[in-house]
């Protein structure tokens, strides 16, 4: 605690001996103010705010106890030590009414004046550690729901090991009052990221599902036993509810809150009730609700226990019909291909044989079939779906049966739109003439220009050329001279500057093309124009 001190007094000697003879030090003082009269002194207090004011009090230009009442109506919280002369028991009274903390009589006595500072520093110590406990006894009232919020987060993600003597004083050291000679249930609410809506933004989505729970859960929005994260593109809620509750009512919670997470936001939840465990088991049952919710591939929307299992009939693999599929992408149907893999999922989920591993065994087949389809038809299937929109929907495609529909769908559609372009060669050869003209002055190949259109280069240029009577390079040098032919004529840069920003990297490979395009050289062409 480093301590200000401020003196006051119209004697220049007596200020003088005070400061250099105090062992300020001694007290914590590290910091020593002196002023001559009022006016001086108040400047001094407004820019510095000293702890502790050492003041005479008949001073010339404003008596100390004018002082000491300007200090205390603007609420300057200092500690008031009078050194004075006189001995008036009105003049110690005034004082003692304005809340002074001591009263020396002069002359100056170092001892008397250090056994006053030992006490008013002791003092304001005191006062100081009061107030903050009295700080921390507010924000306590105010964050006991955060600090317990914070133990039941630790708990469940083992930030605090799960050992009962370390929880038992965990619970101490943080000053909690929980009943645990019950157990606990623990209630996981899922929901897949890809089944939010677009319209909701991420926190404001966390926000409502949290208040939501809490308010389904536990009848009130305390959040304390109720906690929020986030894992394998999932939003996830836990509740820690006392083993006294009645099982039948938190399932009765649960499927409401499934029932409003539906109706209300338009998304699928699912929840899993743990068995009844002790404190030091929440961990551990937490990462065995989420196994269950990774493992439920077709019974999401429900209410499961944790001694429910999720067995599948699958001794069998399965394998989407190839032919069917490949003749429907021929034919460009593209409800009829949705349709079909809907259909089949929806088979093996009503045998029970829908599991994740046959989820992603189908998701292998129909992947090898859309890019069999384009490698025949000469289109770069990894460039066609290199945004990041397929990179997404491909990675949450196992996620659930909705979610593999939505990318199978998504595939679906532009595999067929990318195929009927190809076959109206002139629509892709356009987009082909398009990259060019937007990057000619890079240093372009035949292979740049394919990859833009997602083609092969040799198909490209087969039906580049049939469509302009032109290869690639040929047409891409047209238009590099016709650049070229503007900037001789419209500006002053040399003829090394123009070729540069065109695209060619010589000037006499600019020149010769130019030459063969234009039956002329660069130089005699600008001439004309000059």
């Not at 965990?170 to 929901?191: M, P, Q, T």
């Not at 067995?311 to 349709?339: C, H, M, P, R």
């Not at 990894?382 to 595939?411: G, N, P, Y």
């Amino acid at each position: 605690m480093k301590l200000k001190c401020l003196l006051i007094d119209d004697d220049i000697p007596t200020v003088e001996v005070m400061r250099d003879f105090i062992s300020w030090h001694t007290f914590g003082i590290n910091s020593i103010l002196t002023a001559h009269n009022i006016t001086d002194a108040k400047i001094l207090l407004e820019a510095n705010k000293p702890d502790i004011i050492i003041c005479d009090i008949e001073m010339p230009k404003g008596s100390g106890l004018d002082m000491i009442k300007w200090v205390r109506e603007n609420h300057y919280d200092c500690a008031f030590i009078f050194f004075s002369c006189h001995e008036n028991f009105e003049f110690a009274s005034t004082a003692i009414s304005f809340n002074t903390d001591a009263y020396l009589i002069k002359p100056f006595d170092k001892s008397k004046v250090e056994s006053a500072l030992s006490k008013t520093v002791n003092s304001l110590r005191t006062k100081n550690q009061l107030q903050e406990y009295s700080q921390f006894g507010v924000s306590w009232l105010k964050n006991k729901a955060f600090v317990e919020q914070s133990f039941w987060r630790d708990i469940l993600f083992a930030r605090i090991s799960p050992r009962l003597d370390l929880i038992h004083g965990e619970i101490r050291k943080r000053d909690l009052s929980l009943e645990l000679e019950y157990g606990n249930f623990l209630v996981l609410a899922s929901i897949g990221k890809t089944e939010i809506e677009d319209s909701w933004e991420e926190s404001t989505f966390i926000y409502a599902f949290l208040n939501l729970t809490s308010e389904m859960m536990l009848d009130n929005l305390n959040p304390s036993h109720v906690i929020n994260y986030q894992q394998h593109d999932r939003y996830y809620i836990a509740t820690i509810l006392r083993g006294n509750s009645s099982l039948e009512e938190i399932t009765t919670r649960c499927r409401q809150l499934i029932r409003y997470c539906r109706d209300y936001f338009h998304c699928t939840a699912t929840c899993y009730i743990s068995e009844k465990v002790a404190i030091d088991m929440l961990t551990a049952t937490r990462t065995t609700l989420e196994v269950m919710d990774r493992k439920n591939i077709i019974f999401k929307g429900k209410v499961h226990y944790q001694e429910d299992r999720f067995d599948y009939a699958t001794n069998e693999s399965y394998t989407l019909d190839v032919n069917v599929f490949e003749q429907l992408f021929i034919e460009g149907e593209k409800v009829q291909i949705v349709n079909k893999l809907k259909k089949d999922l929806e088979m093996l989920a009503d045998s029970n044989k829908l599991d994740a591993n046959t989820l992603h065994s189908i998701k292998q087949d129909f992947m090898q079939i859309v890019y069999s389809i384009l490698y025949k038809n000469k289109i770069l299937a990894h460039r066609l779906f290199s945004d990041k929109i397929s990179e997404t929907l491909l990675q949450k495609s196992e996620h659930s049966v909705m979610d593999m529909m939505k990318w199978a769908a998504f595939v679906t559609n532009k595999t067929i739109d990318y195929l009927r372009e190809v076959k109206q060669s002139e629509s892709v050869v356009e987009k082909a003439k398009t990259f060019i003209h937007n990057n000619y002055f890079q240093d372009l190949n035949r292979e740049d220009v394919a990859s833009s259109v997602f083609l092969s280069p040799d198909y490209l240029s087969k039906i580049f050329k049939s469509d302009t009577g032109l290869s690639i390079k040929d047409y891409l040098n047209e238009h590099r001279i016709l650049i070229a032919k503007e900037l001789l004529i419209q500006g002053n840069e040399s003829i090394g500057t123009v070729a540069t920003e065109i695209g060619f990297d010589s000037i006499s490979y600019f020149s010769t093309v130019f030459k063969k395009i234009t039956g002329e050289t660069p130089n005699a062409f600008r001439a004309k124009f000059k």
